[in-house]
C-alpha cells in the first residue's frame, strides 16, 4: 500500500489553529486591544464595520514595531513577552503565546501600519490568508494600525456560521467593556459603522463605570475595598434593590484581566443573600490584583478561567469585603446618618480636603424595640431589606424560609387549557386573606385556595399582554409628564429594536437623542418610577433571550414585562386587589401554572381536610 500521510500545509495548519483562537469577530478584537495594551498604548481606537465581518480596526499609539518585527509578528509563536519558560510564571502582560496575529492573518486579509517612536518611517504590511503580498515603507503616526478585513474570506463554512449583527455586535461590545474597565488610565473609542457608540477618557474606575454603563450608575454603586496580603481588592459592588435576575453586570478582573470564576461570584453573591430575592443577581465591578505567581498559568489566554493557590482565602475576603461594604452603607441608612452614601464621580480638585461627614443619629433608637422611636418617616434605599421592625417579625418566619417549598412536578399541573384543578364557580363569600403578603387565602366552593400572589398575577399579566399584542389594541395610559431614560449605547441600539413590540404593548416610545428616549404612555399597571428601571430589565432579559436563542420574541417580551409588573411576594394587597387577582386567574387559560412554570395555587378539599383533622 502506499503512503497516505500528509504534512498539512502552514497555512492549513493556521487555520486550523486560528480556530482556537479566532472564533468570531469579539475574539479578533480582543487580541487586537490586548496587543495594544501590551505595547504601552495611551490611547487606543476602535473601528468596526458590519460587526466586524467587513472590518475590524484597532490603532494604538503604543510603542510600535521594527520593519522585522512587523513582518515577525505574524509568524506562529512569535513574541516579545516571554523568552523561555520561567517566564510563564511572571506573567504581567495579556498576550503571551504568540498565537493572536498569526491566527488572525490566517483567516483574513489583514493591513497593518507601524512605526516605533524613534524612526522617522514607519512599516506597512499586507498580508491575506498568511501569505505577504507587499511590505514597504510608509508614512504614518507613532504606534501601530491594524485593519482586520472580511474576516474568514477563506472560510465560509466559519463565516455563514456567524450570527446576525446585533448579535456579533453584542460580543465585541462585551469584549471592549472587559478591556476597557480595568484600564481606566486609558483612553479608548468605539465607532461601529461611522457611529461613536463610546469615547472614554482616560480616568478613575468610577468614571470608566459611568462611561460605559451610563451616569445613572453612579446611584447604584457602592465603593468595595480591601488591601491584604493575598489580594488586593477595589471596585464597587451594586446595591440591592437595583439586583436583576440576570447576571448581567458582572465584572471580575484579576491583574487587568477580565475573569469567570465561580467561586468568586459566589463570595460576593453571598454577601447579598437575605438583602435581594432569591434569583436575583446583583452588579459588579471588581478589581483584584494577587501575586502571578499564585495564579495556575496553565491556562489558556483566550479563556476566562483562572485557579488561585490561596483560593479559599480570596474567597474570604471577598465576601467579606463586600458584605462590610453592604453592611456599612445599610446600616448608615438606617441610623439616618445624614451624608449621601452615593459615590462621586467627579473627581476632586487638587488640594481639596471632603469635609467631615455630619452626624446625626438618634439616641433613642433601639433597633431590638418593636416600635420605631424616630419621628420622621424612614428612607430605606433597600427595597428588598426589611425595615427594622420587620426585621424582628421575619426572624419568626425564618423556619419558613427554610422550608420553600419545592418545585412542583409540573407533569403534575394540567395542561393549559385543562382546567381540573380550577374550581367549577369562583363565587367565595369570605374576604380573603393576605398571609405573610405572599399568599391569599380564600374559600371557594372546592375547598381552601391558597394562591401566591406573585406568581398568579404574573401569569394574569402574561396572558393580558399576549392578548393585547395579539390584537393589537393594547390600552396605553398616557403619561402626565413625559419620562426620560438613558441607557448605555448597547442597550439604547436593543431598545430601538424593540420598540415596535413594546409599543403594541401600550408603550409609546421615541428616541430624544443619543442614548435617550422619551416614554409619553405605558401600559396600565407600569408605575412612572419604575420606568427606566423596568425597560433595563426588559432589555437585558431581551439580549439574554436573544443569546440563547429563546424561540419566540412576542413571547420573551410578554414574560419580561409581566414578572416584572406583578405585585411582588411581600408587598401587602389591598381586600379589593386580592378579589381581583382571584376573579382574574380564574379567567385564565392555564391559572395553575406561572409562566415560568410554576404552581400558583394549591386547593384543600373538604375530604383532604376531614383526613387531616381525623
Ligand atoms: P502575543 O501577544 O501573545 O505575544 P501576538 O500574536 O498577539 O502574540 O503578537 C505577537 C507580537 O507582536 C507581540 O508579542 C508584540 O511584540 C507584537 N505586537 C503585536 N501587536 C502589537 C502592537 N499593537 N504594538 C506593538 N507590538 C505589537
Ligand atoms: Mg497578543
Redesign the pocket.
Known sequence: MSDIINILPDSVANQIAAGEVVDRPASAVK?LM???L??GATEIQLIVKDAGRTLIQVI?N????SDC?ARL?FERH????IHKADDLFAIHT?????????SIAAVAQVEMK?RQCDRELGTQIIIEGSEVKDQSPCNCPTG?S?SVKNLFFNIPARRNFLKKDSIELNHIEEVFKRVALPNHNVAFSFHHNGRLLYDLKAGNFAQRIAGLFGNNHKERLYHIEEQTEPVKIFGYVGKAEYARRVRGEQYLFVNGRFIKHIGLSAAIEKAYSELIPEHTYPAYFVLMEVDPQKLDVNIH?TKTEVRFIDEHIIFAILRAATKKALGQFSLATELEFNPSTEIDFTPAAKGYMPPEPKVTYNPDYNPFSERRTTGGEHNSSLRFSPQPTERVKMAEYEHFFDTTPKEPDVSQLPLAGESAAVPSTTTNTASPINYLSKYIITTLKSGIVIIDQQRAHERILYERLLAERAKGNAPAQQLLFPVNCIFNPADSELLTEIMPDLEQLGFIISALGENTFVVTATPVDVKEDELQSLLEQTICDYKGNMMQKFADRDKSICLSLARQMAAKSGTALKPEEMQQIIADLFCCQAPNISPSGKRTMFIIGEQELNEKLK
Open positions: 487580541e490586548e496587543n495594544a501590551d505595547a494604538d503604543g510603542c510600535g514595531m518585527d509578528c512569535a513574541t516579545s513577552k495579556m498576550g503571551f503565546r504568540g498565537e493572536a496575529l498569526a507601524s501601530t491594524i489566554p
